[in-house]
């Protein structure tokens, strides 16, 4: 039976639960791409009830209760094992590779840019992973901006399932990745899929103090990533993707500069910026601002923004190094600036796009990134893109300097 003194003591510890958990919550966040000054600043906006505010955090709460209904999600759950037989290697197949209507067992694949076979899907591996980035990264958000440990709860739950534990965790490699029947059993292009591990460990970092994700498991977490960075700089698939002169090339950089800094290998992460990011401003931009392998695409006006979406990454995380990419030119004048500026008058109606694009073109990320440019390129008039676009919305903008 419960004495009174009992009872006292144990709201007492309750209550300094949640003062510690709040206290947390206020602590700057360590993360890599969106910004503490940003999410401290919105917090404080918060506090103070502005309308524009509540409402973008209604948003984000709204996706982040979606998401405590979700997963978990792990590689053994798909039906099919990969070559190797263990499905705890991620899978997946290629999404541009079609049979072949000549042959009778269609082998080998042929390729359709731009066209989706939907047998890409009945592996779920890719689906799952890009499902649990963003998962723990709309609720790390949560958790930071309410402190509610609901949100962090679950994302820990997450996290454990698809990286710590036995039963269920992925191998940290990727040497089935995005295979072509007939082909292949996996190619280094399938690192592409994992481009989004900056949501995800940026959702880590939100994380960090949380009472729901142990310090043994945020360091179970990081030496899984430190195996996968060995493996991506080691790997024959890995060095072939290294390789690559377009948008796989920077996704490629994108994950090693995360991962090395989220890995406590601050260095490691200046050296690829130094030695190969601004290699791949030289070798993919042309001194116009041009980028000749995404115009070549099928959907030459979204590769060129998912290829622009990369850089900008690699400059914002060059900022936790003191590395500027804003402002790097080449020798020969190339530079993420003016891989901006030619894309704009393509935005704002002054030019017509003329290259091939197979599917709606559309500038709702191309206005996404026009948010992060205005801050960084000050002197570029982007009026008639706000007038011409001036429905645009995205509220979460408000609580990080990062659209996903």
């Known amino acids: ?138 609720l790390g958000l949560a958790w930071f901006y309410t402190g509610d440990e609901k949100y962090a709860a679950h994302a820990a739950g997450l996290l454990r399932t698809w990286f710590l534990d036995t039963a269920t965790r992925m191998n940290p490699n990727l040497n089935y990745g995005q295979a072509i029947p007939g082909i292949t059993a996996g190619r280094g292009i399938g690192l592409i899929d994992t481009h989004n591990v900056t949501m995800l460990i940026d959702g880590v970092q939100l994380l960090k103090r949380s009472t729901s994700l142990s310090a043994a498991e945020y360091k179970g977490i990081q030496d899984w990533y430190r195996e996968f960075l060995q493996w991506m700089r080691t790997s024959p698939i890995g060095v072939d993707e290294a390789d690559e002169l377009n948008n796989h090339g920077t996704w490629y950089d994108v994950q090693q500069v995360v991962i090395a800094l989220f890995t406590g290998q601050r260095e490691l992460a200046r050296q690829f910026l130094e030695e190969q990011t601004r290699k791949r401003i030289d070798l993919q931009l042309e001194p116009d601002g041009r980028q000749p392998k995404e115009l070549a695409r099928t959907l030459s006006w979204n590769y060129s923004l998912f290829n622009l979406r990369a850089f900008f990454e690699l400059a914002l995380l060059a900022e936790n190094v003191n590395i500027d990419l804003w402002h790097y030119e080449s020798p020969d004048k190339k530079s993420l600036k003016k891989a901006y500026t030619w894309l704009l008058p393509y935005a704002t109606g002054k030019k017509d796009w003329q290259y091939q694009q197979i599917k709606p073109k559309h500038d709702e990320e191309f206005l996404e990134l026009s948010e992060v440019a205005a801050k960084k390129y000050t002197d570029i008039d982007l009026a008639a893109l706000r007038e011409l676009h001036k429905d645009f919305r995205n509220n979460l903008l408000l609580l990080t300097d990062w659209a996903y």
């Open 1 to 138: 039976m419960r004495t009174p003194a009992i009872e006292i003591c144990i709201m007492l510890i309750l209550a300094l639960l949640m003062c510690i958990s709040t206290l947390k919550a206020q602590a700057p966040p360590e993360t890599f791409l969106i910004k503490a000054r940003k999410l401290l600043e919105a917090k404080r906006r918060i506090a103070r009830q502005e309308p524009a505010m509540q409402q973008a955090l209604a948003e984000l709460l709204s996706i982040a209760d979606r998401s405590l209904k979700n997963g978990p999600y792990s590689v053994v759950y798909k039906d099919k094992a990969p070559p190797s037989g263990d499905k705890h290697d991620y899978m997946s197949v290629g999404p541009y590779w079609w049979p072949d209507s000549t042959k009778a067992n269609g082998l080998p694949y042929i390729r359709k840019d731009g066209q989706v076979n939907p047998e890409r899907y009945a592996i779920k591996d890719d689906e799952y992973q890009n499902a649990i980035s963003r998962d723990v990264y709309f």
